[in-house]
């Protein structure tokens, strides 16, 4: 099962290298991983998309609050939560091809945000599946180059993953 | 208090209560080892290979639970020293290995004797750290000790570039009284509700099994462990790891378990109803095929790693804190249910595994003049009274000192259980020996093993570590024969050992003293000469059966039932 992992870590130099290098040499997968400071800049939030049955799961997590300067991890499938992605994804648009894409960004709510003679590039905004669903709706559209971010998430509700206290 | 990097690492050391420092000099490191030439306090042991430096420190944590210091340079220094950082990671050993690094100004240009030496053992230690500030050292020198010996314990490097300890840059120094980490808390003490319902199951057992490893030689606890099971009269068995948590000579001690465990501890783990795992990670080589695994057990595991509870095996009452803490709280409460209460259940158990132990699994075949290496562990063992440090190496030797040296004393046994480094032995217990000079202590090796960390029987003569090297030399690496003979139709390949030295000469060449023992009739004799040499390090090669296999033996992919007897 795919499962979303929030990791608030030490802001350090290899802090992204240890929980990498557990990945790899445990032999568990990473489908997306996203870092980046927080409000607290000592403080990293990393984003991590991985798959595996209950026991792997449990596994990662455990191994994750193992390394020294993870501070907290959370599984998003535990509790309500809202998954962004965003994506970023040029694509062939001439002739029959270009108001077809202008129609299909419009109905999956992305914005065109360049535009050349023969190319539009959208960007769109929304959980994994909502961008998958968008890239097989342009069916033979050319698609030129993607760039996606890798999922985040937040948890619902007022409460905040922050530092427990010690 | 003004002082240099260099200085100030010094002073760490003797805050933390260092004796000593096993390592070996280098570029990066000259500013440090000209600090510890101006003081007295903290000894330095030269070794002839930073590897040795690492096992020494491993074998020394090992014998008196204080964690092992070394030094050495950057670059092969550090690369050297990874096997045995790496070993142990495995076993939970608490180190501090301090690594010497190029200056800060030439991190990442490739400059000689550099490497990424928080890279390269990033997968093998508990924590790693670079300093790239004087200011800074004091405060990691705190933390490194006290992540490796807290908690689940073991190896924490320090890379330190040379710049870092200049001694023209002096800055205060205080070293930290406390340490805290808002990341890392390991948790001591155990979940009340979860050990009052492991209680609950313990106690009303048919058919016990305590299975205990290295944690509770780790976790001090070899005493609480000891009360635990005679309070219940359950039987016992140890991991590798955990060989003389519980006192071998003891009646309820049923021996080793795994792969070359005894036939009561496999069989008795195979068909218990409660399995109570202390201090143990259900290794692969303890639990052969998973799917066949105590098939009818409920198991209790107390661990102090999380990670380590339903890892390979999902247990039903998990409990995780020290070994110690847990075990001093249960005690009370068996007390209070009255112990065991399945008294006749039990009494039937105990019966089942008396019938168990009458098949003798360790009986072993003599042939006239030929040695058995069982033999040799054995004599060891009795001229030593069961009383000395024992380091082995890795192979057979390792499993027959396991077997037929019977540790009544935890912290005595020192071997490279979850690594398997062949090379350990003799800096090991060169570790022992400096940590405790007056009690006697056995590197029990072969030939293969001690070939890869020979050299350090110069450390032994310069240091005048005076050990007994018990060699069970059979001329083949022993264990890849046995598994070729077994599993590949005997095509011994590339494991038989030509041109062996003449490890006498090897022996006297060093300074010490070489015997060769040929004679199964001259092996007590050889033995008690060589131990009454109180004084001299002795190399003692006996040539012992080359077709000797070690049994009991669990195959790869059985289960623990399904046992090679002979």
Same mark, same amino acid.
């Given at each position: 099962?795919r499962?979303?992992?929030?990791?608030?870590i030490?802001?350090?130099?290899?802090?992204l290298s240890r929980v990498?290098?557990?990945?790899?040499?445990r032999?568990?997968?990473?489908?997306?991983?996203?870092v980046a400071p927080?409000?607290?800049?000592?403080?990293s939030r990393?984003?991590?998309?991985?798959?595996?049955?209950?026991?792997?799961?449990?596994?990662?997590?455990?191994?994750?609050?193992?390394?020294?300067?993870v501070?907290?991890?959370?599984?998003?499938?535990?509790?309500?939560?809202?998954?962004?992605?965003?994506?970023?994804?040029?694509v062939?648009?001439v002739?029959?091809?270009?108001?077809?894409?202008?129609?299909?960004?419009?109905?999956?709510r992305g914005?065109?945000?360049d535009?050349?003679?023969?190319?539009?590039?959208i960007q769109?905004?929304?959980?994994?599946?909502?961008?998958?669903?968008f890239?097989?709706a342009?069916?033979d559209?050319p698609?030129?180059?993607?760039?996606?971010?890798?999922?985040?998430g937040?948890a619902?509700?007022?409460?905040?993953?922050?530092?427990?206290?010690? | 208090?003004?002082?240099?990097g260099?200085?100030?690492l010094v002073?760490?050391?003797?805050?933390?209560?260092?004796?000593?420092?096993?390592?070996?000099?280098?570029?990066?490191?000259?500013?440090?080892y000209?600090?510890?030439?101006?003081?007295?306090?903290?000894?330095?042991?030269?070794?002839?290979h930073?590897?040795?430096a690492?096992?020494m420190?491993d074998?020394?944590?090992?014998a008196?639970?204080?964690p092992?210091?070394v030094?050495?340079?950057?670059?092969?220094?550090?690369?050297?020293?990874?096997t045995g950082i790496?070993?142990?990671?495995?076993?939970?050993?608490?180190?501090v290995? *301090?690594?010497?690094?190029?200056?800060?100004?030439?991190?990442? $240009?490739?400059?000689?004797?550099?490497v990424?030496? #928080?890279?390269?053992?990033?997968?093998?230690v508990k924590? $790693? &750290?670079?300093?790239?500030?004087?200011?800074?050292l004091a405060e990691t020198?705190?933390?490194?000790?006290? *992540?490796?010996?807290?908690?689940?314990?073991?190896?924490v490097v320090?890379?330190?570039?040379?710049d870092?300890?200049?001694?023209?840059?002096?800055?205060? +120094?205080e070293?930290?009284?406390?340490?805290s980490?808002?990341?890392?808390?390991?948790t001591?003490?155990?979940?009340?509700?979860q050990?009052?319902?492991?209680?609950?199951?313990?106690?009303?057992?048919?058919?016990?099994?305590?299975?205990?490893?290295g944690?509770?030689v780790?976790?001090r606890?070899?005493e609480?462990l000891?009360? +635990?099971?005679?309070?219940l009269?359950?039987?016992?068995?140890?991991?590798?790891m955990?060989?003389g948590?519980?006192?071998?000579?003891?009646?309820?001690?049923?021996?080793?378990?795994?792969?070359?465990?005894?036939?009561?501890?496999?069989?008795?783990?195979?068909?218990?109803?409660?399995?109570?795992?202390?201090g143990?990670?259900? %290794?692969?080589r303890v639990?052969g095929?998973l799917?066949? &695994?105590?098939?009818t057990?409920?198991? #209790?595991h107390? %661990?102090?790693?999380?990670?380590s509870?339903?890892k390979?095996?999902?247990?039903?009452?998990?409990i995780?804190?020290s070994?110690?803490?847990?075990?001093?709280?249960m005690?009370?409460?068996?007390? %209070?249910a009255g112990?065991?209460?399945?008294k006749e259940?039990?009494?039937?158990?105990?019966?089942? *595994?008396?019938?168990?132990?009458?098949m003798?699994?360790l009986?072993?075949?003599?042939?006239?003049?030929?040695?058995?290496?069982?033999y040799?562990?054995?004599?060891?063992w009795?001229?030593t009274?069961g009383?000395? &440090?024992?380091a082995?190496?890795?192979?057979q030797h390792?499993m027959?000192a396991?077997?037929y040296?019977g540790?009544?004393?935890?912290?005595?046994?020192?071997?490279?259980g979850?690594?398997?480094?062949m090379?350990?032995?003799?800096?090991?217990?060169?570790?022992?020996? +400096?940590?405790?000079?007056?009690?006697?202590?056995v590197?029990?090796?072969g030939?293969g093993?001690?070939?890869?960390?020979t050299?350090?029987?110069?450390?032994?003569?310069?240091y005048h570590?005076? *050990?007994?090297?018990?060699?069970?030399?059979n001329?083949?690496?022993?264990?890849?024969?046995?598994?070729?003979e077994?599993?590949?139709?005997?095509?011994?390949?590339?494991?038989?050992?030509?041109?062996?030295?003449? +490890?006498?000469?090897?022996?006297?060449?060093?300074?010490h003293?070489?015997?060769?023992i040929e004679?199964?009739?001259?092996?007590?004799g050889?033995?008690r000469?060589a &131990?009454?040499?109180?004084?001299?390090?002795?190399?003692? %090669?006996?040539?012992?059966?080359?077709?000797?296999?070690?049994?009991?033996?669990?195959p790869?992919?059985?289960?623990?039932?399904?046992m090679?007897l002979?």
């Amino acid at each position: 099962m795919r499962h979303i992992i929030s990791i608030l870590i030490e802001n350090e130099a290899g802090a992204l290298s240890r929980v990498a290098g557990l990945f790899s040499a445990r032999g568990y997968n990473i489908e997306s991983l996203c870092v980046a400071p927080t409000v607290d800049e000592t403080l990293s939030r990393m984003t991590l998309v991985t798959r595996g049955d209950e026991q792997i799961i449990e596994q990662i997590i455990k191994q994750l609050n193992k390394l020294i300067d993870v501070i907290k991890v959370q599984d998003m499938a535990d509790a309500p939560h809202i998954e962004r992605e965003l994506m970023l994804i040029k694509v062939q648009a001439v002739e029959r091809y270009r108001e077809e894409v202008y129609r299909l960004a419009e109905i999956f709510r992305g914005q065109i945000i360049d535009v050349s003679e023969t190319s539009y590039t959208i960007q769109m905004v929304g959980p994994g599946h909502k961008l998958d669903a968008f890239l097989s709706a342009l069916g033979d559209i050319p698609v030129v180059e993607i760039v996606r971010s890798g999922a985040l998430g937040i948890a619902r509700g007022p409460r905040g993953m922050s530092v427990p206290e010690a | 208090m003004e002082l240099s990097g260099g200085q100030i690492l010094v002073e760490c050391l003797k805050a933390e209560g260092v004796e000593a420092v096993f390592g070996y000099p280098g570029g990066a490191v000259l500013h440090i080892y000209d600090a510890l030439f101006q003081q007295e306090q903290v000894q330095h042991i030269l070794v002839r290979h930073e590897q040795g430096a690492v096992h020494m420190a491993d074998g020394y944590a090992r014998a008196t639970g204080k964690p092992g210091v070394v030094l050495v340079t950057s670059g092969p220094g550090a690369t050297n020293a990874v096997t045995g950082i790496a070993t142990a990671h495995m076993d939970s050993i608490p180190l501090v290995v *301090i690594t010497g690094q190029v200056p800060t100004s030439l991190i990442g $240009n490739d400059a000689f004797q550099e490497v990424d030496s #928080v890279g390269i053992t990033r997968p093998c230690v508990k924590h $790693n &750290f670079l300093v790239k500030d004087v200011r800074d050292l004091a405060e990691t020198m705190k933390k490194a000790f006290y *992540i490796a010996t807290t908690g689940r314990p073991g190896p924490v490097v320090v890379d330190i570039p040379k710049d870092v300890t200049d001694p023209r840059v002096l800055i205060p +120094f205080e070293y930290p009284q406390s340490v805290s980490l808002r990341s890392y808390h390991p948790t001591v003490k155990g979940h009340s509700g979860q050990i009052r319902k492991a209680v609950d199951l313990i106690v009303n057992a048919e058919r016990p099994m305590i299975y205990s490893g290295g944690g509770v030689v780790l976790g001090r606890a070899a005493e609480q462990l000891t009360r +635990f099971a005679r309070l219940l009269n359950y039987p016992i068995t140890n991991t590798l790891m955990g060989l003389g948590a519980y006192p071998a000579s003891d009646r309820q001690f049923l021996g080793m378990l795994g792969m070359h465990g005894t036939y009561e501890a496999n069989m008795g783990m195979h068909h218990c109803d409660v399995l109570i795992a202390i201090g143990a990670r259900f %290794d692969d080589r303890v639990t052969g095929n998973l799917a066949k &695994f105590c098939p009818t057990a409920k198991i #209790v595991h107390i %661990d102090i790693d999380p990670a380590s509870i339903s890892k390979n095996v999902v247990v039903d009452v998990p409990i995780v804190g020290s070994v110690k803490s847990v075990l001093e709280e249960m005690l009370p409460l068996i007390e %209070d249910a009255g112990g065991a209460k399945q008294k006749e259940a039990i009494a039937a158990w105990w019966a089942q *595994i008396e019938q168990w132990r009458e098949m003798r699994c360790l009986d072993y075949k003599t042939n006239g003049e030929v040695i058995k290496p069982q033999y040799v562990v054995q004599k060891v063992w009795e001229i030593t009274k069961g009383d000395a &440090f024992v380091a082995s190496d890795v192979g057979q030797h390792q499993m027959w000192a396991a077997q037929y040296y019977g540790f009544d004393k935890p912290n005595r046994w020192l071997n490279s259980g979850g690594l398997g480094t062949m090379g350990f032995g003799l800096p090991a217990a060169l570790g022992a020996k +400096f940590a405790f000079p007056d009690e006697e202590v056995v590197c029990v090796t072969g030939e293969g093993s001690i070939q890869m960390c020979t050299q350090e029987l110069s450390t032994a003569l310069q240091y005048h570590l005076p *050990i007994k090297v018990v060699s069970l030399n059979n001329r083949y690496l022993g264990m890849v024969r046995q598994w070729q003979e077994f599993f590949y139709s005997g095509r011994y390949a590339m494991s038989y050992m030509e041109a062996l030295p003449d +490890f006498v000469k090897l022996a006297e060449s060093y300074g010490h003293v070489g015997m060769r023992i040929e004679k199964a009739s001259d092996v007590e004799g050889a033995l008690r000469e060589a &131990f009454a040499m109180r004084d001299r390090l002795v190399f003692m %090669d006996f040539q012992t059966d080359p077709t000797e296999n070690v049994y009991p033996m669990v195959p790869a992919g059985a289960g623990l039932n399904e046992m090679i007897l002979v």
